[in-house]
């Protein structure tokens, strides 16, 4: 990991030059949770300038990344950033708690983050992500591999969305996304059997062969399901 974090630093300082303001790694490769081959290496690049000229000089690092197999960093300048803690305030406050300046200086501990925002986020994401399963359980054929596949895509923005539900009703999130699963569970009394379970496959520490999707796929929902009921309760007025 810190070869190909020095390179890509390097690369964008070859292509960008002085334009590049800051590199920040962010997410399970910061908090150590980060599994080769099954997690990523999310990065964040901030810019002094994003005229199409500029974006152009990207390319070539951005291409060499990509083929790595990691997804793009995402490209602000500074003043777009904080203009974005608004609408962004689950992202940022993730990144803000858990992060390492691979380039730059350490923007984040003056970055403002409203707390009223971050709380109809949380709100608005689980009901989005909900119906979002609910959709995708309609528009795939019944079979346990694929379903173990809608169920593997969508872990790990409902873990997320648990802990930032955990942050809104007053919580110090566990560190672990085992644990706050169980917390979870244990606020919306339901078995987090199933949720764990899938987290397991997707860490790539259980076999997808040994898991009865269909009945994984229940407990899966209706942890989802209680949890968003949950957050709509206690955050509609907040």
């Known amino acids: ?13 070859r292509s960008a030059g002085d334009n590049l303001h800051a590199l920040v790694l962010y997410g399970s490769a910061v908090t150590g949770e980060y599994r080769k081959h099954h997690s990523d290496l999310n990065m964040l690049c901030l810019l002094k300038r994003t005229s199409p000229t500029e974006l152009d000089a990207l390319h070539e690092p951005f291409s060499w990344w990509k083929r790595k197999g990691f997804q793009l960093p995402y490209v602000f300048t500074e003043r777009e950033l904080r203009a974005s803690a608004d609408i962004f305030a689950i992202e940022l406050l993730d990144m803000k708690s858990s992060h390492r300046m691979i ?5 984040f501990p003056s970055l403002e983050i409203p707390t009223r925002l971050h709380k109809q986020q949380v709100e608005r994401e689980l ?9 995708g359980m309609l528009a795939i054929p019944p079979r346990d591999r694929v379903l173990l596949s809608l169920m593997d895509a969508s872990v790990s923005a409902f873990v997320t969305l648990f ?15 085992r644990q706050i699963i169980e917390r979870t569970a244990q606020i919306v009394k339901v078995s987090p059997e199933a949720f764990l379970a899938v987290l397991d496959v997707h860490l790539g520490r259980g076999k997808a062969s040994e898991i009865d999707a269909q009945q994984t796929l229940r407990g899966y929902v209706a942890l989802v399901e209680s949890m968003t009921e949950e957050a709509d309760r206690r955050l509609a007025t907040a």
Do not use: C, W
Not at 103 to 107: A, K, Q
Not at 163 to 177: N, T, V, Y
């Open 1 to 13: 990991m810190e070869d190909l974090l020095k390179e890509l630093k390097e690369r964008l300082l």
């Open 163 to 177: 802990r930032h539900a955990l942050i809104a009703f007053g919580e110090e999130p566990p560190p672990s996304k």
């Open 127 to 135: 009901r989005t992500n909900f119906v979002r399963l609910r959709q």
């Open 103 to 107: 380039y730059g200086d350490d923007f």
